[in-house]
């Protein structure tokens, strides 16, 4: 893969999901080539039920991302939760992550994105215990697998769920191949106060992820981003850019000027259709930086 897309931005931008106007019977890898031809460059294999992909339709997956210079990452099953309370529950999340990650890595997928789940009955600190020796013991099984990926736990959107970026940040400290998948939408729905929504905010979170993280932080982002609704217990369901509050050209603006490298992928309804605009805005905020 080549460190810029075809329009030499350091992100590449793309979906969570095949685009919408993928043809028919198209399949994950008609879905690549519809990306490139949106003139995007990422792909995020939404496999959140469960993972069915054969092995050749992994091949046919390999084979178009590298055809079409498309970044592979794949968002695994939602049902998967670090502090399950009970060794069955664990063991049948742990299966389903290790599932995404093996058929992924397949697939040539890099990067493997899922939810860390809820505290539960634990108190946070707690649970990020809990869940921090089972995520070492699951990354240290796709070591000695060589499945060479990286896992990353998203940032939630609901106070009740495990996933502020300080956790995981934690985690990415602690644990090798682990790495942040960075929601901002969630981040601003998490409070429920429409907090987090300033380009000092967005800022402040970059410097956070800097600080625990250093350069591979911001160079190997992995950002989600949408519009998004929320209430007091934080997010209710992603909208397109154009229907929600948040301020998406002040954080591509603070993307530019951190000079980050990595992807971002569009969680808006209409997915494509906001992809191209995060593309297009932070092009536009990126070449500003360069000329400054």
């Known amino acids: 893969m080549s460190k810029t897309t075809h329009l030499n931005l350091p992100l590449r931008f793309g979906t969570v999901g095949a685009p919408m106007s993928t043809p ?4 994950s890898a008609g879905g690549v080539a519809r990306i490139r031809e949106l003139g995007l460059s990422a792909l995020e294999l939404a496999w959140v039920q469960s993972v069915r992909a054969s092995d050749e339709t992994c091949a046919n997956i390999k084979a178009a991302g590298e055809q079409y210079d498309v970044a592979l990452s794949v968002h695994a099953p939602y049902f998967i939760n670090l502090n ?3 060794e069955e529950m664990w063991l049948a999340g742990r299966e389903r992550l290790l599932a995404a990650a093996r058929a992924g890595y397949k697939a040539g997928a890099t990067d493997i994105i899922f939810h860390p789940g809820s505290y539960m009955k634990n108190e946070p600190k707690a649970a990020c215990k809990i869940g921090s020796d089972r995520l070492a013991e699951v990354a240290d099984t796709l070591k000695k697998e060589k499945v060479n990926v990286t896992l990353r736990p998203e940032t939630m959107g609901k106070s009740a769920m495990m996933g502020t970026l300080e956790e995981t940040i934690e985690w990415s400290r602690e644990i090798e191949n682990v790495l942040p998948c960075v929601d901002f939408a969630h ?7 429409g907090s987090f929504n300033s380009y000092e905010e967005f800022a402040n979170a970059l410097r956070l992820i800097a600080s625990g ?10 950002v989600h981003f949408s519009g998004i609704a929320y209430t007091a ?3 209710k369901k992603h909208l397109n850019l154009d229907e929600a509050d948040v301020k998406y050209k002040e954080l591509f603006k603070a993307f ?3 000079g980050l490298a990595g992807r971002v992928m569009s969680e808006t309804p209409n997915m494509e259709e ?8 932070f092009q536009r905020a990126w070449e500003k930086a360069e000329r400054a």
Do not use: S
């Not at 981040?187 to 106060?193: E, S, Y």
């Not at 993280?213 to 992995?222: A, C, M, Q, Y």
């Not at 992809?275 to 805005?281: D, E, G, P, Y």
């Open 274 to 281: 906001g992809a191209v605009v995060m593309q297009r805005t």
């Open 233 to 235: 217990k934080g997010e």
């Open 84 to 86: 399950a309370q009970t």
């Open 256 to 258: 530019a000027d951190f």
């Open 213 to 222: 993280l250093g350069e591979r932080g911001l160079k190997r982002i992995h």
């Open 24 to 27: 028919k019977n198209g399949g």
């Open 187 to 193: 981040l601003h729905a998490r409070p429920g106060d």
